[in-house]
């Protein structure tokens, strides 16, 4: 199947300082990435939708300002957690679909970033 | 807005007892698609269904979809160590945003 990679895997940073989390799709292009947050033994939540060349959509509830994501290739999307704080450690993982393929909507998943804030 | 919930949120099984685990949408869903994410991995497509009272089967594993197209389940038939993970319903609206389940979290005693 697809490849999706993210890096890094685990990030510790302190408190009010920004962390960079980048998806990449090795192995095809992806016009749409999706970024979740998964809390402990729980469900993945949508954060955006990030879209090539254009601006992310942002699923209700989550900030844009600080969850900023960039999409400027269509084999990169990245999501900056800015002046980060320590609710906001969390399992983050990116996805994407790829076009034409034989199940519809299938998604390949990045291996997801442990972000700590201290 | 859609919703996607699944159940049993947990369940422990004796190795060679089945498991199945339900899952039900608010609205009518184009196909669902069920996930398998081992502990400390990433969510892993397992299957995805499309049609009304479709069946599929992966060796072990059994997938259903409802008639309505609004509920799916998935069985295990003799579990086993390797089958330890949660598994995530996650239904696709129409060309909308895939929603997961809250997962059901699988623990196979040996």
């Known amino acids: 199947g697809a490849v999706v990679s993210q890096h890094p895997s685990w990030v510790i940073c302190k408190s009010g300082t920004s962390v960079k989390i980048e998806c990449r799709s090795l192995?095809?292009?992806?016009?749409?990435m999706f970024w979740y947050r998964q809390f402990p033994k729980q469900s993945l939540m949508l954060m955006a939708t990030?879209?090539?060349?254009?601006?992310?959509?942002?699923e209700q509830g989550v900030e844009k300002d600080k969850f900023l994501i960039n999409h400027a290739s269509l084999t990169l999307s990245t999501l900056t957690v800015t002046s980060a704080h320590p609710e906001d450690s969390s399992f983050y993982i990116c996805?994407?679909?790829?076009?034409?393929?034989?199940?519809?909507?299938?998604?390949?998943f990045g291996e997801g970033s442990r972000l700590t804030v201290l | 807005g859609q919703q996607v919930m699944q159940i049993p949120q947990y369940q422990h099984v004796q190795e060679g007892e089945d498991f199945t685990t339900y899952c039900n949408s608010s609205?009518?869903?184009?196909?669902i698609q069920w996930y398998k994410q081992r502990p400390g991995g990433h969510p892993v497509f397992l299957i995805q269904?499309?049609?009304?009272?479709e069946v599929k089967k992966q060796k072990r594993l059994t997938f259903q979809f409802g008639e309505a197209k609004k509920n799916s389940s998935l069985h295990i038939t003799a579990t086993q160590t390797t089958d330890v993970g949660t598994y995530f319903c996650?239904?696709?609206?129409?060309?909308?945003?895939?929603?997961f389940g809250a997962g059901t979290i699988l623990r196979v005693k040996s």
């Open positions: 990030s879209n090539e060349g254009s601006k992310a959509t942002y």
């Open positions: 192995d095809f292009q992806a016009t749409t």
């Open positions: 609205t009518t869903l184009s196909n």
């Open positions: 996650a239904g696709d609206e129409y060309g909308n945003k895939l929603v």
């Open positions: 996805s994407a679909g790829v076009a034409g393929g034989p199940n519809t909507g299938e998604l390949f």
């Open positions: 269904l499309v049609k009304s009272g």
